[in-house]
């Protein structure tokens, strides 16, 4: 876990599986964002500097919006796409070259998404 993020394990076993369609959800409430999948919560962003950097890009590459204060997003992505989204809520944005990969990652989630996102 770093100080910014953290990924469950239970990310890590859903990607493990290729699958074209998982409903996700992403919630904002006092403590940052939180990323879930049938209830199991997949990455938690904290409330900080880093942590929210992190989650609104790990949103933008869901093709999701920031949910406000209390609210949830519904995003509708392939396991490839979680992938770059968990990838990207791990990088260290204190490091520039963090934002070299974020690019890429980025880049490659619209990719995948295609016409496919979904955002609520």
Known sequence: MSEHTRIWDEAEELISV????LKLELSQDENGLTLKHDGHT???CFLTEQGMLAG?????????RLPRLGETVVA?????????AISIASLDFGNDESYTLLDV??????????????DA
């Open 76 to 84: 509708r992505v392939s396991t490839g796409v979680l992938f770059r």
């Open 105 to 118: 990652w980025l880049d490659e989630a619209r990719m995948q998404r295609g016409s496919s996102a979904s």
């Open 56 to 64: 609104g890009f790990m949103a933008e590459s869901l093709g999701a």
């Open 18 to 21: 290729p699958r074209a369609h």
């Open 42 to 44: 997949l990455v938690e």
